[in-house]
Structures are given as C-alpha cells and as structure tokens.
C-alpha cells in the first residue's frame, strides 16, 4: 500500500473519530442550507400575539441569506422561563390551540435529540430557533437575530410561511402561539 494511501485512510478515520467524539447530529438529509434566494428582499412576515396575557411582535424580515428576526413580546410569566420558541410546520386553527401546530419545523429530519448545538446551527432543526439563539426569560422580550437557514421563498425547505411560531415555558407545554403570515405592502402616496 502506498504512503499516500495510508494517509489518506488515516485522515478519514480521525475525522470520522472526532466528528464522533463531538456528538454532531445531523439530518437525515444533511446540514441546512443558507438560503440565498428570498423573493423579495425587506419583505416582513409577522406573527402578532393578542391574547389575554401574551401580546407583541415577532416579525421576520427576508434578508440576501435567510431571514433578520426581532422578537418584542410581553406577557410571558417569568417564573415559567426559560421559554424555548419554534416555528411550527402547521399555522394555529382557529380555535387557537397551540397543540395543533403540529410538530418543529425539521426539514432536514434531524428530530430533537440529542439537543441543537448553538455553535453547530446547521445541525440543528431549521425551526428550533431558541436552541440556535437562546432561550428567552419572560417579562417584556426584546430580542433580535439573524437566521440564514429559513426562508420566504415557499420552494425552500426553511419556509416559514402558512406556520406558526410558538413558546414552551420550562415544562415544554407549549403556552403562546401566533402565525406567521405576509405583513401588507404599505401603499405609496
């Protein structure tokens, strides 16, 4: 056997070996991708919570790779925190339960175990946005990020358009949840 060969057999397993010792789990269909081709770059999507307790904004606006987020929400009992927050692949019924949005949005079949590794975001389910970014406290929530792996393009595996975002309080019961829908053009003058 050549050198060469030796070596190269030799690269393989050490990176095999330290992937393995890392613990990185990935989809079934691989790393997310970023998303490079949102229709409309600046176009807002926006998820208002107007319940009886929780009300405020969570707005997505599509960027040149993924989308830019801000979260300015009030209402989340601090003593239930932290809150992880998702978006879902189905949009709330009408009779507002959060239990029917259906499962994380996980286009890349990653599932949730072990836990998303925040210095690994592309491992992670595309829609487990808390454990890409942090979970929240409660109280009033202001927070902003950038996530390149969602998308407004309806063709991408990340679209988060016709789903909901949703918050699990400590115990994972999910306690808020708003869709997620195209915010109206503002007409010119």
């Known amino acids: 056997m050549q050198l060469s060969s030796v070596l190269s057999l030799m690269a393989v397993g050490t990176l095999a070996a330290a992937q393995a010792s890392n613990n990185v789990t990935t989809g079934k269909l691989g790393d997310a991708r970023p998303v490079r081709n949102n229709p409309v770059i600046g176009e807002v999507w926006i998820a208002e919570f107007d319940s009886e307790i929780v009300k405020g904004t969570f707005k997505a606006v599509a960027a040149q790779i993924g989308i830019n987020y801000t979260i300015d929400i009030t209402g989340l009992p601090e003593e239930n925190g932290p809150y992880n927050y998702h978006i879902h692949v189905r949009a709330v019924p009408e009779n507002g339960t959060c239990a029917d949005t259906g499962?994380?949005?996980?286009?890349?079949?990653?599932?949730?175990?072990?836990?998303?590794?925040?210095?690994?975001?592309?491992?992670?389910?595309?829609?487990?946005?808390?454990?890409?970014?942090?979970?929240v406290a409660g109280g009033h929530i202001q927070k902003e990020f950038h996530d390149p792996y969602t998308a407004t393009n309806?063709?991408?595996?990340?679209?988060?358009?016709?789903?909901?975002?949703?918050?699990?309080?400590?115990?994972?019961?999910?306690?808020?949840?708003?869709?997620?829908?195209?915010?109206?053009?503002?007409?010119t003058p």
Do not use: M, W
């Open 154 to 187: 309806i063709i991408q595996l990340g679209y988060i358009g016709n789903r909901a975002v949703v918050f699990h309080d400590k115990s994972s019961a999910r306690v808020a949840c708003a869709n997620i829908k195209k915010a109206p053009v503002a007409a």
């Open 103 to 135: 499962a994380h949005l996980d286009s890349y079949v990653r599932g949730q175990e072990p836990p998303c590794e925040a210095s690994l975001p592309a491992t992670c389910e595309v829609g487990d946005l808390s454990g890409k970014y942090g979970k």
